[in-house]
């Protein structure tokens, strides 16, 4: 079964990451995503809605900065507007450099401390350090014709990329880009000399959805699994996140003959990657006082690695959900209980007083460093059979759980 399983998710992961162009927010490839994995839903016999939300879509052809004859490398900001403008150099390492300073002829350099880690965008609804709200309101404050930003690493926010682009914000209107600390060294030294940038973007009004597929009796309790469908624009987004999906799919399948007691829930999150988090906050929306019929959110994510185990984690689980989970998880040896990490959709459930379970891989933290969010996370990082055990698994917890859950099968 094992062998069929994994043919089949090689096949949805080919779909997801080669066939499909990017999955980013919005796009094309976005709304193309969503509909294969409801037609997959659907044809196991779950119920499908989609339920959409507005969001940005962005396009960009580069950029270019230059100070006379002398050139730099540039990357546009993601979702920054267009620009072509010109002014005097001001680096700035530090936020009280800003505060209080006109820079509205400027062209300003973020580097050093100010640009160790990416802000998060301002109107994220989940996790925004006051720091990060000082920088932004500092640089609107202050009114630069633009920013440019060098940067390091930083996987804890953005993943492998090198270098990250301190500023992705469809909220935030002043143009950005981004280059490297090394070619920011550079370009500081030139400080109140005449530079020009141009950034050759365009913010796009679209629309994206989320895909929610049910099946069993509706109005008891309920198991939610997800899994975001996004992907950051610039990478296939294999193990982030299609690997993820493919489990789903798998499921679906594996409970096509489901005749549990406890409603089951499918769902493609759309916005994990994405500025805003849009699909997440239409969840909670939707969910706003139905959250108490949840007995167990399951959250997949970065899963299926091809050097380590798959990790799995608890989050205030009671004793029962938690010994059965164990069992059932370490009872196979491609898993591995892993430490807890609370930068995942699962926390949506912790939030609101839930339950939640996490699957992700035993070496995410050299994903992170080396892989997420840059064009090495293909398919090849991917092993199949590793979903087919996720998917098997999973299908074997929520049998036992359905045996304690569902009214008169205790």
């Known amino acids: 079964m094992i ?3 994994a043919a089949t998710a090689a096949d949805h992961m080919r779909r997801l990451c080669v066939d499909l162009p990017t999955r980013r927010v919005g796009s094309a490839g976005n709304r193309a995503a969503t509909a294969y994995f409801a ?10 809605e989609q339920p959409e939300f507005e969001c940005l879509d962005w396009q960009a052809d580069g950029a270019a900065l230059a100070a006379g004859d002398d050139s730099f490398e540039v990357l546009p900001g993601p979702y920054s507007p267009g620009c072509d403008v010109s002014g005097p150099l001001r680096v700035v390492e ?3 450099q800003l505060q209080g300073t006109d820079l509205s002829d400027a062209i300003v350099l973020l580097r050093g401390a100010i640009a160790r880690e990416q802000l998060m965008p301002k109107n994220f609804p989940f996790y925004n350090p006051d720091e990060h709200r000082r920088i932004i309101a500092a640089l609107e404050s202050a009114r630069p014709r633009a920013i440019v930003t060098a940067t390091g690493h930083d996987p804890a926010m953005a993943g492998a990329l090198y270098p990250f682009p301190l500023i992705e914000d469809g909220d935030f209107d002043i143009p950005s880009a981004y280059m490297t600390d090394e070619e920011g060294a550079r370009l500081a030294a030139l400080d109140g ?3 020009s940038l141009t950034i050759r973007a365009q913010r796009i009004p679209s629309t994206g959805c989320n895909t929610v597929a049910r099946r069993g009796p509706a109005g008891g309790q309920r198991i939610v699994f997800f899994a975001h469908i996004d992907a950051k624009a610039g990478t296939p987004g294999a193990i982030d996140n299609a690997s993820g999906v493919t489990v789903l799919s798998l499921l679906a399948g594996l409970l096509t ?3 549990g007691g406890v409603e089951i829930e499918l769902v493609a999150l759309n916005g994990e990657d994405y500025y805003s988090a849009p699909g997440e906050q239409l969840y909670l929306a ?9 007995a167990l959110g399951i959250n997949l994510d970065g899963l299926g690695y091809r050097r380590g185990r798959i990790a799995y984690s608890l989050y205030e689980c009671p004793p029962d959900l938690a010994a059965t989970a164990r069992d059932v998880f370490g009872a196979r040896e491609e898993f591995v209980e892993g430490e807890a990490w609370y ?12 339950p939640a379970l996490a699957l992700t891989s035993e070496l995410a933290a ?3 460093t080396e892989i997420i969010h840059t064009p090495r996370d293909t398919v090849e990082v991917v092993d199949p059979a590793r979903l087919a055990q996720a998917a098997l698994a999973l299908r074997d917890l929520l049998v036992r759980l359905d045996a304690t859950l569902a009214p008169g099968r205790a």
């Open 3 to 5: 062998d069929s399983l």
């Open 39 to 48: 037609s997959v839903a659907a044809s196991h016999g779950f119920a499908i």
């Open 94 to 96: 530090a936020v009280e």
């Open 193 to 195: 000399q005449t530079v």
């Open 257 to 259: 003959g489901y005749q």
């Open 286 to 294: 939707r969910n706003a006082d139905r959250f108490g019929s949840v």
């Open 343 to 354: 930068q995942g959709d699962h926390m949506l459930f912790v939030l609101n007083g839930r």
């Open 366 to 368: 050299e994903l992170m």
